[in-house]
């Protein structure tokens, strides 16, 4: 990264990895309700601002426990962030014309708009993976799933009744054809080119 | 690309090609920038599916404490109870009447008491995969309210595992309810001098038991003692206020 120094707030997202209940609280409590303004200001209810936080929390969650995740600015810009860029993601689903957003953004800094942007496109890609995931063959999700949840490839093989040679090769075929449905989506060269 | 091709990436993301193969792999990588994008496309996808489901139980219990915890916050904010830990911002927003009224009403003629602020919900303290026997008795009773009981699993807990800053922080609050001020202040401020994610919500549970105990002065001095870069700074500002 730049050399920049990691920021205190890197404990809420220590804190949010090892499920701790306290720290997950405390974000509810001291970030929830600028949220809940934000999106109840842009067309929203309390009932949407809730599942924007909680699906908000999951990516972060997900990004730092796969990618790891650096805090160089507060939690509280970081978080804002990306709630609004979520909700603006869900206004735009619903394609409600005249879409407003108050561009009122806190604590504004370098460092939240990189780790902001991390985070966005992170999210996009787990999205975009998921959804060609599942227009895999039947064949080839179970057998994926098989894989990447048993270590062993021989159990995995035994399990589905099939050798461990076609097993592998089987293995390699289907994660080509989901690197193929996902290069050649229309998602996946906007994120590759934003 | 060839079937073969995947082969190829299977086998050099598991370390399998020999010496060989494998520069002519890395070779192919340098030189075809299409064979590359399409290799760095299947490693993160196989990064993708092993977090995916790998991981997927740990994740799924933090989704739950997250929606638990989520829908707990929120049939607060929904009630027309006063909701505790009123955070100003809100308040500068034309919300509903009966919150703003409720809130001074209630704010302007009672004294502050522990009792409006030692709701903390249930407590998770269960670690990836290794879930012992007295840890999960400890977090049922603390989450049923039985505070002596709890202690007692918790103490256990700390016998095997002294620097648990975790339980240190239960035990710390456990204590407080079964009115054992001297320990209970012992332990949250050896937290507070610490540097654990605790820090400060230590310090403010030490300031609770002070108010719990009726000292209202030692409350605030001790809730002065927050920095303004701490969570629970602001929280702290608002019992000041009351508490002078």
Not at chain 1, 125 to 154: P, S, V
Request: charged content about 30%; glycine content about 4%.
């Amino acid at each position: 990264m730049s050399g920049k120094k990691i920021h205190s707030d890197q404990r809420i997202i220590e804190g949010l990895v090892k499920n701790n209940a306290f720290v997950i609280k405390s974000i509810y409590d001291d970030h929830a309700p600028k949220v809940i303004n934000y999106i109840k200001q842009n067309s929203g209810d309390v009932m949407r601002a809730k599942d924007v936080i909680q699906d908000v929390l999951i990516t972060i969650y997900n990004q730092a426990t796969q990618k790891g995740l650096q805090l160089t600015c507060p939690f509280d810009a970081y978080f804002f962030l990306l709630c609004k860029r979520k909700w603006f993601n869900e206004l735009k689903k619903k394609s409600l014309s005249e879409v407003t957003i108050n561009e009122e953004i806190v604590s504004k800094g370098e460092s939240a708009e990189h780790e902001f942007m991390e985070t966005s496109v992170f999210d996009d890609k787990q999205k975009l993976f998921q959804d060609k995931f599942k227009e895999l063959g039947k064949a080839c999700q179970e057998l994926l799933k098989h894989c990447f949840t048993d270590t062993n490839m021989q159990s995995v093989a035994d399990k589905l009744d099939v050798s461990y040679a076609y097993a592998r090769k089987k293995k390699s075929l289907c994660i080509g054809q989901l690197t193929k449905l996902v290069r050649s989506s229309a998602a996946y060269n906007q994120i590759m080119t934003t | 690309m060839e079937p073969q091709d995947y082969t190829l990436f299977e086998d050099y993301l598991a370390n399998e090609l020999d010496a060989e193969v494998k520069a002519e792999f890395e070779n192919r990588l340098a030189e075809d920038s299409d064979f590359k994008t399409e290799f760095e496309t299947y490693k993160e996808l196989s990064e993708h599916l092993q977090h995916e489901f790998s991981n997927a139980e740990a994740r799924a219990e933090v989704t739950s404490t997250i929606e638990k915890l989520g829908d707990d916050y929120f049939a607060e904010t929904n009630s027309d109870k006063t909701s505790k830990g009123f955070n100003r911002s809100y308040l500068a927003i034309a919300a509903s009447i009966v919150i703003i009224i409720g809130f001074f009403g209630y704010n302007w003629f009672s004294v502050p008491t522990y009792s409006d602020y030692n709701n903390y919900g249930d407590i998770n303290l269960t670690v990836r995969g290794t879930q012992t026997e007295a840890l999960k008795n400890a977090e049922t009773a603390f989450n049923e309210g039985d505070y002596a009981e709890a202690n007692v699993y918790f103490n256990k807990i700390l016998k095997a595992n002294p620097d648990n800053v975790d339980v240190q922080f239960y035990k710390g609050i456990a204590l407080i309810e079964t009115e054992k001020y001297g320990e209970a202040d012992r332990i949250l401020s050896a937290l507070a001098n610490g540097n654990s994610v605790y820090k400060y919500e230590a310090t403010w549970y030490r300031a609770l038991s002070q108010l719990k105990q009726k000292d209202t002065d030692g409350a605030i001095a001790i809730l002065e003692t927050i920095p303004q870069e701490a969570d629970v700074y602001e929280k702290a500002q608002q019992l000041l206020k009351k508490l002078q």
